[in-house]
């Protein structure tokens, strides 16, 4: 059973820069990794993709102020997340699948993370 373990709660200013790190654990084999998040009242949304053959994609509301990484040895990915602003405000969520291309769609995902919460104050 695979397990996802989130961290790096925020609470921080407009502007700064926060890391989120989900490390893997547990007997799996994952091609995908992949980064969500959800507001109050919204569905959740797709952030960042990782699959095996590494390529990474970015939602566009996040594009060059946002960062995927992975850390193979330490089975851990990481999301960087630069010029945050009040609207990033949000829990995020690792999630990860064993398809060779990360899905789209969230329901199609085989893992989650608790979810980690993000607050940006402006």
């Known amino acids: 059973q695979v397990q996802l373990v989130e961290s790096g709660v925020g609470s921080v200013q407009a502007g700064v820069t926060l890391r989120l790190s989900c490390a893997a654990t547990?007997?799996?084999?994952?091609?995908?990794m992949a980064w969500f998040r959800q507001a109050p009242g919204k569905e959740r949304e797709g952030v960042a993709f990782?699959?095996?053959?590494?390529?990474?994609r970015y939602a566009d509301f996040v594009k060059g102020r946002f960062t995927l990484s992975k850390d193979n040895a330490k089975n851990t990915v990481y999301l960087q997340m630069n010029s945050l602003k009040s609207e990033d405000t949000a829990m995020y969520y690792c999630?990860?699948?064993?398809?060779?291309?990360?899905?789209?769609?969230?329901?199609?995902?085989?893992?989650w993370g608790q979810g980690t919460q993000v607050t940006v104050s402006s």
């Open positions: 999630a990860a699948d064993r398809r060779w291309s990360c899905p789209a769609e969230v329901y199609d995902y085989d893992y």
């Open positions: 990782n699959d095996n053959q590494g390529w990474i």
């Open positions: 547990g007997y799996y084999v994952i091609r995908c």
